[in-house]
């Protein structure tokens, strides 16, 4: 039997979740979507680099997890979308990106992140 450290899981959480909003977030950007959405935009591409590196990443998972669970607030209240569909996209997805967002605030980091190297040294409310 073999382990693996839970640092890398986290490594792969923090990975994962950059990747969606990096991909996402500049798309809101372009400001077709209206101004709110460019501010939206932003905050998830800056949120997804902060959380690559593991830079203030309870801090950044807090401000993707605020997004997600407004998200999933418009799709359910405003939009009518169901938990799945096969015609769209649900908020099964979003559910998920919250949920790793919620680890993320919950775990930190982990050993493999910007936050480590600075808890305690210029930063001591990285780790909070």
């Given at each position: 039997?073999?382990?693996?450290?839970?640092?890398?899981?986290?490594?792969?959480?923090?990975?994962?979740?950059?990747?969606?909003?990096?991909?996402?977030?500049?798309?809101?950007?372009?400001?077709?979507?209206?101004?709110?959405?460019?501010?939206?935009?932003i905050a998830e591409t800056v949120g997804a680099a902060a959380v690559l590196v593991g830079l203030l990443t309870?801090?950044?998972?807090?401000?993707?997890?605020?997004i997600m669970a407004g998200a999933i607030y418009k799709k359910i209240d405003e939009w009518h979308v169901p938990?799945?569909?096969?015609?769209?996209?649900?908020?099964?997805?979003?559910?998920?990106?919250?949920?790793?967002?919620?680890?993320?605030?919950?775990?930190?980091?982990?050993?493999?992140?910007?936050?480590?190297?600075?808890?305690?040294?210029?930063?001591?409310?990285?780790?909070?």
């Amino acid at each position: 039997m073999f382990t693996i450290s839970p640092d890398i899981g986290l490594l792969a959480l923090r990975i994962g979740i950059a990747s969606i909003f990096f991909i996402h977030g500049p798309k809101k950007i372009s400001g077709f979507m209206g101004q709110f959405m460019i501010f939206i935009g932003i905050a998830e591409t800056v949120g997804a680099a902060a959380v690559l590196v593991g830079l203030l990443t309870k801090w950044a998972a807090l401000g993707l997890g605020i997004i997600m669970a407004g998200a999933i607030y418009k799709k359910i209240d405003e939009w009518h979308v169901p938990f799945t569909t096969m015609e769209n996209t649900g908020w099964e997805f979003d559910l998920i990106i919250l949920a790793t967002c919620i680890a993320l605030m919950t775990f930190g980091a982990g050993t493999y992140s910007v936050d480590t190297l600075l808890e305690g040294a210029m930063f001591p409310f990285a780790g909070i």
